[in-house]
């Protein structure tokens, strides 16, 4: 079946750290990948995406690569800031199939100044 | 275009009780899908729509309904609230292009069952 696996949270950074989300993934065809974001009250909403192999994602200064090799899709950021503060995840959806959207559990980042 | 939108955003129910949650979207898209979230669990997939007529049951379907009738609305029914539906609910709806897929979240009911 389809699954993600991401890094458990809860983690807590101080301002202009480095960030690094683990997700990997196991997919029965040829998945595309996303990762979605998450901030307090809120819903969520897509952060990036990559749809097929060696695709790099990246929006407001976060970055993902799809690695085929790895089955990896892991989420950085060179420098967090206090709005960073949020749940993240990474989900998969293989199309073809039942094309439904499966999520990892959710990492939750704090950012102290 | 409004997106995906849910009523209410709050609700707190007795045990028993029942109630419809709303979902809409005005992007045209055929498929939708409700999730609940709970900590340490992610996001769960209750039920989903293929389009107009027809639907599925996701991961946790048990103690929910849904109906299709329209592209536009896509309700979810809890028939007899139990506190283990305390949860957050999210429906989206996803656009369909050559090659990719894309699902779009609306904000969000929270449900407390007492």
């Known amino acids: 079946g389809n699954s993600v696996t991401q890094m458990e949270g809860p983690v807590t950074l101080s301002e202009e750290a480095f960030l690094t989300i683990n997700c990997t993934y196991t997919?029965?065809?040829?998945?595309?990948l996303f990762w979605y974001v998450q901030y307090p009250g809120e819903g969520l909403q897509l952060l990036l995406k990559?749809?097929?192999?060696?695709d790099k994602g990246s929006n407001k200064g976060f970055e993902a690569t799809y690695r085929k090799e790895t089955t990896s899709f892991h989420l950085e950021k060179g420098s967090v800031q206090v709005s960073d503060s949020a749940v993240y995840f990474c989900?998969?959806?293989?199309?073809?199939?039942?094309?439904?959207?499966?999520f990892g559990k959710g990492t939750k980042l704090t950012v102290n100044p | 275009n409004a997106g995906v939108t849910q009523t209410p955003k709050f609700q707190v129910l007795k045990t028993g009780q029942s109630m419809t949650l709303q979902c809409a979207q005005d992007?045209?898209?055929?498929?939708m899908s409700w999730y609940r979230q709970d900590p340490g669990m992610g996001l769960r997939l209750i039920h989903y729509?293929?389009?107009?007529?027809?639907?599925d049951q996701g991961e946790v379907p048990n103690g929910y309904n849904v109906s299709r009738s329209t592209t536009e609305d896509f309700p979810l029914r809890l028939l007899s609230a139990a506190p283990s539906q305390t949860s957050v609910y999210f429906c989206?709806?996803?656009?369909?292009?050559?090659?990719?897929?894309?699902?779009?979240f609306g904000p969000g009911t929270r449900l407390t069952v007492l």
């Open positions: 989206a709806s996803t656009l369909r292009a050559s090659g990719y897929n894309e699902q779009f």
């Open positions: 997919a029965t065809g040829y998945p595309s």
């Open positions: 990559a749809t097929k192999a060696d």
């Open positions: 989900a998969l959806l293989v199309q073809g199939g039942s094309e439904k959207l499966v």
């Open positions: 992007m045209n898209h055929e498929y």
């Open positions: 729509s293929v389009g107009a007529g027809i639907t």
